[in-house]
Nanobody
């Protein structure tokens, strides 16, 4: 079992920045992939960004150039830096992780709300 705890959400004005954090209770090196999804109000959950154990990064086209993902293996954490936020970025942001042993297990955090509003 892997527990993921997100933090860093909140209210931000359009054009502002936020950094979300996700801390795992296991070494990030033991996880194949960590990343972020988001779910706007009344909509489906969509992929935002991911980073693999090897450092390979994938970012959704909708946020490319504004959002970036990074990890700190020493802190067992991944981060989502969000810049130039707009109202369409308002959503609950979920951290996720994929662990591969003899099978694949997916883990999710509880979510953190980001509201972009003036």
């Amino acid at each position: 079992q892997v527990q993921l705890v997100e933090s860093g959400g909140g209210l931000v004005r359009p054009g502002g920045s936020l950094r979300l954090s996700c801390e795992a209770d296991v070494s990030v090196g033991s996880l194949l992939v960590m990343g972020w999804y988001r779910q706007p109000p009344g909509k489906q959950r969509d992929f935002v960004a991911s980073i693999t154990r090897y450092g390979d990064i994938n970012v959704a086209d909708s946020v490319k150039g504004r959002f970036s993902i990074s990890k700190d293996s020493a802190k067992s954490a991944v981060y989502l830096q969000m810049n130039d936020l707009n109202a369409k970025d308002t959503a609950v942001y979920y951290c996720y992780a994929i662990k591969i042993t003899t099978r694949r297990d997916d883990y999710w955090g509880q979510g953190t709300l980001v509201t972009v509003s003036s």
